[in-house]
C-alpha cells in the first residue's frame, strides 16, 4: 500500500498546511506529536529520582525501562540492556572510543571509512595519542562508494576496529554493512556503524548487520535531541566502566551512562514505534506482530522515498552544470533520499540561500564530513548544496524546489553556454 499522507501529516504538526518546505531533514527531522507528547506527559507525571525505593521512584524507573524496551524492539537487539542512551551520537561514540581505547595497545590499527561525519572519526583519532594507527579506507573515485574489496585490503592481524557508516549523510549511499561486518570479523576486528543518516529511512536489524557497535540520533528519527549506542550484551560487560568506580562491571547499560540519562527524553522516544506501528495499521492487510509493522511501515517509507528521490534526481540530471556527488539512481536499495550536489563554477551557499525567501530549507556545507568534502576540493566552494527528504516530503514540494532552483541553476547553464 502507498503511504497515507493524510495520516504522516496529523502526526506532525508542524506540517499543518505545509507553508513551509522542509528539505533539511538529515539536520533534523521534525518531530512526532506523540514523542512531544510523551516528554509532557513524563515531565508532568514523573518527574522523580530513580532509584528508590518509593512507589513513585519505581514507577518512574519502569517507564524508563520500558523505553528502552521499545528502542531495543526498534533496532532488533536481543535485550534492553543492550541499549545505551546518550545526549548524542557523538558524545556516546566519544564514550566507546575511550572504553575500547583503554582495551588497545601500540600498533594496533582502525580503519576508519573516509565518508564518516567526524563523531565516528575524530573520536577514533584522538587514540592515536596512545600509539593506536588510524588507517583512512578512501571512498572509490567518481561512484563514492565504499568498496568491500578495498576494506579487505587494509585489514592486517593488527586490525582492531572498522568504522563506517551505514548510510552517508552527503551521498546518501547505503553501505552493505553486513558484508563489511564480515571482513572485520574475518581478521577478529569489531565493527562500529554510524547509522545516523540511515535511521529515518530504513529498518534497523542490528543482529542482521552483525555490527558490535551501532549508533544513531533520535533528533532524525522524528523524535528528541537524544541517541542509541548498542553494543553486544557480552561485549558491554567485557568492556573497561566508564561511570564512577563503584560502579559493577555488569550493570549494563548503566556503566556508559555516567550521570542521569535523560528521563523524559527517553520516554518520549518509544512513541517513534507507536507512529511507525500505526503508520503500518494504515492498510488492511497490515501484519500482526509489532517488527513486521516495523518493517511494513519502513517498506512504505522506502516507496515513498524512492519516488519523490527520483523527481528531484532525473531533474538535476537534466541540468549540464550540476554535478550530482554520489548515486543517481533513486532506487531504495542503494540510497537515501540525501541528495548532494554541486553547480559548476557557483558557490553552493549562494545557491542554497535565494532558496530561504521562498520558504524552502535546504542546506549547504560540509556537514561535519570535511574530510570527504575536502578530498572531492569543495571546501572552497562552501561545500555541497544538499537537499535531504524523508518520507513527509511530497511530490508537490519537490517540483516547488525545482520551479525556485531551477531560474537560478539552469541560469548557470545559459551563461556558460
Ligand atoms: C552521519 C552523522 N553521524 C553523526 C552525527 C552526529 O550526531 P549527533 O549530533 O547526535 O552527535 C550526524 C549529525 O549530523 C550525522 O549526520
Not at 201 to 221: E, G, M, N, T, W
Not at 313 to 342: K, M, Q
Not at 407 to 416: D, K, L
Request: with cysteine; aromatic share 8%.
Amino acid at each position: 500500500m502507498t503511504i497515507d499522507m493524510d495520516f504522516v501529516e496529523s502526526q506532525f504538526p508542524a506540517l499543518a498546511g505545509r507553508r513551509y518546505i522542509y528539505l533539511d531533514n538529515a539536520g533534523g527531522s521534525l518531530v512526532l506529536r506523540g514523542v512531544a507528547d510523551r516528554v509532557r506527559d513524563y515531565l508532568l507525571t514523573s518527574s522523580v529520582q530513580h532509584g528508590a525505593t518509593y512507589s513513585k521512584s519505581r514507577e518512574a524507573g519502569e517507564k524508563l525501562y520500558a523505553a528502552q524496551e521499545a528502542v531495543a524492539r526498534l533496532i532488533n537487539a536481543r535485550r534492553p540492556d543492550e541499549v545505551i542512551m546518550g545526549p548524542s551520537t557523538t558524545a556516546l561514540l566519544r564514550i566507546l572510543a575511550t572504553a575500547l581505547g583503554e582495551t588497545m595497545a601500540p600498533g594496533d590499527e582502525i580503519i576508519v571509512s573516509q565518508a564518516e561525519h567526524e563523531a565516528n572519526y575524530g573520536a577514533w583519532e584522538r587514540l592515536e595519542r596512545k600509539g593506536v594507527k588510524i588507517v583512512e579506507w578512501p571512498v572509490e573515485p567518481g561512484t563514492l562508494r565504499l568498496n568491500p574489496q578495498t576494506l579487505a585490503g587494509l585489514m592486517s592481524p593488527r586490525s582492531k576496529l572498522v568504522c563506517c557508516t551505514h548510510a552517508s549523510n552527503i551521498m546518501g549511499t547505503i553501505n552493505p554493512v553486513r558484508e563489511f561486518a564480515d571482513i572485520a570479523h574475518a581478521y577478529g576486528a569489531k565493527i562500529c556503524v554510524d547509522a545516523v543518516a540511515y535511521a529515518p529511512h530504513r529498518l534497523i536489524d542490528v543482529q542482521a548487520s552483525d555490527a558490535d557497535y551501532y549508533a544513531f540520533s533520535f533528533y532524525k528519527v522524528y523524535g528528541p535531541h537524544h541517541a542509541v549506542l548498542y553494543g553486544r550484551y557480552d561485549d558491554l560487560v567485557a568492556l573497561p566502566n566508564q561511570n564512577h568506580f563503584f560502579i559493577e562491571p555488569t550493570r549494563v547499560p548503566y556503566k556508559f551512562q555516567p550521570g542521569n540519562v535523560n528521563y523524559e527524553l527517553s520516554y518520549g522516544c518509544a512513541a517513534i514505534n507507536d507512529y511507525l506501528v500505526e503508520l503500518a495499521r494504515r492498510d488492511v492487510k497490515a501484519p500482526a506482530s509489532e517488527r513486521d509493522c516495523l518493517a511494513a511501515a519502513f517498506g512504505m517509507i522506502a516507496r515513498q522515498e524512492e519516488r519523490i528521490c527520483k523527481r528531484l534526481l532525473d531533474y538535476l540530471e537534466t541540468v549540464p552544470d550540476v554535478t550530482i556527488h554520489g548515486e543517481t539512481s533513486a532506487n531504495a536499495h542503494v540510497r537515501v533520499p540525501t541528495i548532494s550536489f554541486t553547480v559548476k563554477d557557483r558557490d553552493s551557499a549562494d545557491i542554497v540561500t535565494q532558496m530561504d525567501r521562498h520558504n524552502i530549507g535546504i542546506r549547504y556545507g560540509d556537514f561535519y564530513a570535511r574530510r570527504l568534502i575536502d578530498s572531492l576540493g569543495l571546501r572552497q566552494r562552501n561545500g555541497v548544496v544538499r537537499v535531504s527528504m524523508v518520507h513527509y516530503n511530497t511530490l508537490a514540494e519537490v517540483d516547488r524546489l525545482i520551479d525556485h532552483l531551477d531560474p537560478i541553476i539552469a541560469r548557470n547553464a545559459a551563461i556558460h553556454a
